[in-house]
């Protein structure tokens, strides 16, 4: 089974990056994107039996910094 | 003064700080990021800056999970000291040794120059070769500096004097131009500059001494 991860800065952190997409956008001429937000997205390929929450302690402790991300899991 | 020096893949201070520590008169022994165990009688561990792991997933991230950083965060619960440079300040942010985390830049940039640093406080056993206010010329090189906590983090900082060092011109958007910070018992400190880069006349600049020269006083072998 699979489990997909979605890693995202919390609001109100900076996000650099995000921001640099932004004006390259602006620059390009692609009008009205008014904001960017850069995340990441981790895929595990797990053994069968693996729950939601097993995946939720690996982002608490690892996948995700929750000083200053935000995460989702998605099971498949 | 017994140091030990973290070397994980992709350190590379680490034998400018092991030199910084033994120009000081301390005995330093360096530890394999796969070791468990810090060496016997060990008063302070130094986490080294450079590239662990690549940086990988996040800077910090995977070193702050090695089996050497559950020892490491166990000596420092014990009431032992702690520094970390750079790379070192962002591992134990990611332990939770010390609290925040550090951004990319605001800028983007990679920076390498030589920054102001005015000691923000005088009472820790790192700063107090230093005079509070002095400014000093300390090295900086890094990518994701920008010092960030949620406003309540820094009030404790700023209410529990936990601040150690501040930029005098802000290179990366740290809040509160944040450039290196003490843990609760003030035996643990981070910083993004390297004072180990400013260490003998040779690097051009020698302000980093006082700091290890304090250490190595307050630590003395009795």
Known sequence: MKARVHVMLKTGV?????????HALGAMGFDGVQGVRQGKVIELDLAEGATQADVEQMCEKLLANTVIESYTVEMA | MRAAVVVFPGSNCDRDLAVAF??????VTMVWHKDSELPEGIDIVGIPGGFSYGDYLRCGAIAANSPICKSVAAHAARGGYVMG????FQVLTETGMLPGALLRNAGLKYICKTVGLKVATQASDFTAGYAKGDVIDIPIAHHDGNYF???ETIAALKGEDRIAFSYTDNPNGAIADIAGILSENRRVLGMMPHPERAA??????????ALFRALAGALATA
């Open chain 2, 149 to 151: 906590a949620d406003a």
């Open chain 2, 85 to 88: 440079v750079c790379n070192g």
């Open chain 2, 200 to 209: 003998d006349a040779g690097h051009g600049g020698t302000d980093g001494v």
């Open chain 2, 22 to 27: 033994e120009q000081a008169g301390a005995e």
């Open chain 1, 14 to 22: 900076l996000d650099p990056q995000g921001e640099a997409v932004r």
